[in-house]
Antibody, heavy 121, light 105 residues
Framework: QVQLVQSGAEMKRPGASVKVSCKAS????????MHWVRQAPGQGLEWMAW????????YYAQKFQGRVTMTRDTSISTAYMELSRLRSDDAAVYYC??????????????WGQGTLVTVSS | SYELTQPLSVSVALGQTARITCGGN??????VHWYQQKPGQAPVLVIY???NRPSGIPERFSGSNSGNTATLTISRAQAGDEADYYC????????FGGGTKLTVL
C-alpha cells in the first residue's frame, strides 16, 4: 500500500533553515510528482510546491520562491523540502502529498502524516 | 490568483443532510476536490473531480459543481463526520478553500 512517512518535528530559530523528508513506499517513486502543503496552527491548507522526482524539476508557489528548495534521493525514494530564512509565521505542519492528475487538474490521494515545524527564539 | 470561498462553519442535526459550499469564479468549469480533516490528522480525500468517491468513502458523501458554486453533501450525518472540510482546485498550482468546520448536533 502507498505510504508517505515524514521526518519528525523540528524546532528552529528565526532566520534558520529546516529540511523535512518524505519517504515513499508502495509505488514507483519516480512515477508520480511530489507536492508539499502546509497548515499553520488553527489555519487552512496552503499549497507550496511540486517536484518531478524523475528529473528533479520543480515549481514553487510565488510566495515561497527564493526560500524553498525541493530535492530528492531516488535511491531511497525520499523527497525533501527545505525552507530557509524561517520566520515566526512559517510555524506550521508541513505535509507531503502524492498527486493524481488528469490533463487539467490534480488532487491529492495520499498524504504524509505531517511534520510540525516550530519557529521560536 | 484564483480564490475559493467556504463558510467558516456548518451545523447539522444527527441523521440529517449537511451541505458545504465552495464558491469560485466559474468554478463549474474546473474540477473540484474535497478533503476531510480531523484534529491532529492529515487530510483525507472524500470527493475528487466534482462527484467521484475514492474507495472506502461512504456513499453518504457526494459532490456537485455548477456555475459559481461547488457543493459537498453529507447525507445521514454521523457524529464521526464532524471535521474540517476543504475544497481544492488546480489553477496551475494548488488552491484550497479556507475550510469549513462541520458540527453534528
Amino acid at each position: 500500500q502507498v505510504q508517505l512517512v515524514q521526518s519528525g518535528a523540528e524546532m528552529k530559530r528565526p532566520g534558520a533553515s529546516v529540511k523535512v523528508s518524505c519517504k515513499a513506499s508502495g509505488y514507483t517513486f519516480t512515477a508520480y510528482y511530489m507536492h508539499w502543503v502546509r497548515q499553520a496552527p488553527g489555519q487552512g491548507l496552503e499549497w507550496m510546491a511540486w517536484m518531478d522526482p524523475n528529473n528533479g524539476g520543480t515549481y514553487y508557489a510565488q510566495k515561497f520562491q527564493g526560500r524553498v528548495t525541493m530535492t530528492r534521493d531516488t535511491s531511497i525514494s525520499t523527497a525533501y523540502m527545505e525552507l530557509s530564512r524561517l520566520r515566526s509565521d512559517d510555524a506550521a505542519v508541513y505535509y507531503c502529498a502524492r498527486p493524481n492528475c488528469s490533463s487539467t487538474s490534480c488532487h491529492f490521494d495520499y498524504w504524509g502524516q505531517g511534520t510540525l515545524v516550530t519557529v521560536s527564539s | 490568483s484564483y480564490e475559493l470561498t467556504q463558510p467558516l462553519s456548518v451545523s447539522v442535526a444527527l441523521g440529517q443532510t449537511a451541505r458545504i459550499t465552495c464558491g469560485g469564479n466559474n468554478i463549474g468549469s474546473k474540477s473540484v476536490h474535497w478533503y476531510q480533516q480531523k484534529p491532529g490528522q492529515a487530510p483525507v480525500l472524500v470527493i475528487y473531480r466534482d462527484t467521484n468517491r475514492p474507495s472506502g468513502i461512504p456513499e453518504r458523501f457526494s459532490g456537485s459543481n455548477s456555475g459559481n458554486t461547488a457543493t459537498l453533501t453529507i447525507s445521514r450525518a454521523q457524529a464521526g463526520d464532524e471535521a474540517d472540510y476543504y475544497c481544492q482546485v488546480w489553477d496551475s498550482s494548488g488552491v484550497f478553500g479556507g475550510g469549513t468546520k462541520l458540527t453534528v448536533l
